[in-house]
């Protein structure tokens, strides 16, 4: 059996309605994420240094 095919219908392009760069994360993005990560950062060493041997809160 042959399947039917409409030859009016415009080809396919390939990406469709996706941007040539879709999935990769511009500049802007990767700045700020690598400034949200330092500041995660940051903030975990500062709770490190509380000098509370590391254990939990048991204040309650």
């Known amino acids: 059996m042959r399947a039917h095919t409409d030859t009016t219908a415009p080809a396919p392009e390939g990406r469709g309605l996706?941007?040539?760069?879709?999935?990769?994360p511009s500049p802007a993005l990767l700045a700020r994420a690598d400034r949200g990560f330092a500041r995660f950062l940051a903030q975990?060493?500062?709770d490190?240094?509380?000098?509370?041997?590391?254990?939990?809160?048991?204040?309650?």
């Open 18 to 24: 996706q941007p040539p760069a879709y999935g990769v």
């Open 48 to 60: 490190q240094g509380d000098g509370d041997g590391g254990g939990e809160d048991t204040q309650r």
């Open 44 to 46: 975990q060493n500062e």
